[in-house]
Every structure is written in structure tokens, then in C-alpha cells.
């Protein structure tokens, strides 16, 4: 079964730390998405990864910077943590249209495949 | 700028009966609309995509509609059971690997 793992379910952080996310995709794909969370905004893309080394502002990349340095993972990394950094995180990944990449067989390139998330709280 | 957005943030339906939640999008270039489901504590997941040159698009006891003169989707269950409980997500996808995702719908199953 296909799987992304996140590094922590609950993590609890002071101001001005510097935080990393870690997430993990076992299916072999291309794509990678950092996403957060947060009540009546619906999911807001931060960065997304094409392939090892390359990396994309998403919608919201202020505060956050990625590191993608090999195919099965990426890190999500705030430099210096504030308290409207509080939010759930979401990764994501995806195949790349045109590759297959292990998947559970019935997935499209349409769908990216979520980990569980990690709820961050910076006091 | 685009944006995905729902009509209501929350919906109760009756067990047994059928469910609509509905969606307007206002990018008329997206190539696929995308319904995820996420129950509490999870992540979201893939339910159903739809081509932006269909109406209309099946699966397992969900449907999804895609009306391109008005900008609207709708993802129709049929039959709802208590574990369709969760807050759905619409999303489109406009040329590259990306989606932008909606503010989602929160239904509720009553028992």
C-alpha cells in the first residue's frame, strides 16, 4: 500500500526556533508538496518539489524554506518560528504526469497521495 | 486572483439519504477538478477527478458534475453510511503538477 509518513503527529515550538518537518513517500514519485492547513482557508500550498534538488514557491512561502535532497523525502523548514506559523502541515506526493512510479495501481496522476500531518504549535 | 470555493461550510444528512456538496471555481482554464475526502485525523485523500471537457463523471457511489457555464462542480453521494462523515475538499489543476484546493465542506451523517 502506498504511504507518506511525516516525522511527527504533535511538535511544540518556541518563537524563533528553527524548525524541520520531514516527510517521507515510499511510491517512488517525482512530486512532493508541502501544504498548510488551517480553519475556513482550506489547505494553502508552500513549496512543492519537481524532482531531487529543484523546489517551487507555492501559494505562501514567507517564513518557510524546502530541501529535497534525495527522491523520497522532503523537508520543510522554518527558520526562525512565529506564532502565525501555528497550523496543521500537510505533505503530499505525486507521479509525475507520464511516470508510473509505484502507486496502488488505480491511481491517476491527478491524485496526490497525503501523510497524516503534523500539528504545529509555536508558543 | 483564482480561488476555489465552496457554498456551505457545513452539511448534515440523514443516513440512507443523498448527499450534494457543492463547489465554485472561478479558473476556466483548469484542466481537472478533484474531490478529496479527509476524515478526522488523517490526511486527505483522492476520491474522484473530472476533465474539464466532461460533464459528468462516475464512481463508487459518488458522482460528480462539472457545469463549465456557471463554474460549478457538485460531488453527489448516493446512500450515505456513517463513514462518509468527513470534510470534503474540491480542487482544480491548471497545467502543472499543482492543485489549489477549496476551503471544504464538513458533512455530517445523522444516524
Known amino acids: 500500500d502506498v504511504k507518506v509518513t511525516q516525522s511527527s503527529r504533535y511538535l511544540v515550538k518556541r518563537t524563533g526556533e528553527k524548525v524541520f518537518l520531514e516527510c517521507v513517500q515510499d511510491?517512488?514519485?517525482?512530486?512532493m508538496f508541502w501544504y498548510r492547513q488551517d480553519p475556513g482557508l482550506g489547505l494553502r500550498l508552500i513549496y512543492f518539489?519537481?524532482?531531487?534538488?529543484?523546489?517551487e514557491k507555492g501559494d505562501i512561502p514567507e517564513g518557510y524554506s524546502v530541501s529535497r535532497e534525495k527522491k523520497e523525502r522532503f523537508s520543510l523548514i522554518l527558520e526562525s518560528a512565529s506564532t502565525n506559523q501555528t497550523s496543521m502541515y500537510l505533505c503530499?506526493?505525486?507521479?509525475?504526469?507520464?511516470?508510473?512510479?509505484?502507486?496502488?495501481?488505480?491511481?491517476?496522476?491527478?491524485?496526490?497521495?497525503f501523510g497524516p500531518g503534523t500539528r504545529l504549535t509555536v508558543l | 486572483g483564482e480561488s476555489v470555493g465552496l457554498h456551505l461550510p457545513t452539511l448534515s444528512v440523514q443516513e440512507g439519504d443523498n448527499s450534494i456538496i457543492n463547489c465554485a471555481y472561478s479558473?476556466?482554464?483548469?484542466?481537472?477538478f478533484i474531490w478529496y475526502k479527509q476524515e478526522s485525523g488523517k490526511g486527505p485523500q483522492f476520491i474522484i477527478d473530472?476533465?474539464?471537457?466532461?460533464d459528468k463523471r462516475q464512481g463508487q457511489r459518488v458522482t460528480v458534475l462539472l457545469n463549465k457555464t456557471v463554474k460549478h462542480l457538485s460531488l453527489q453521494i448516493a446512500a450515505t453510511q456513517p463513514g462518509d462523515s468527513a470534510v470534503y475538499f474540491c480542487?482544480?489543476?491548471?497545467?502543472?503538477?499543482?492543485?489549489?484546493f477549496g476551503t471544504g465542506t464538513r458533512l455530517t451523517i445523522i444516524p
Open positions: 503530499a506526493s505525486s507521479p509525475r504526469k507520464g511516470t508510473g512510479g509505484r502507486t496502488s495501481g488505480r491511481a491517476a496522476y491527478n491524485e496526490q497521495f
Open positions: 480542487a482544480e489543476k491548471f497545467g502543472n503538477e499543482k492543485l489549489t
Open positions: 518539489s519537481y524532482d531531487v534538488k529543484m523546489k
Open positions: 479558473n476556466s482554464a483548469s484542466d481537472y
Open positions: 511510491m517512488d514519485h517525482e512530486n
Open positions: 473530472i476533465r474539464s471537457n466532461m
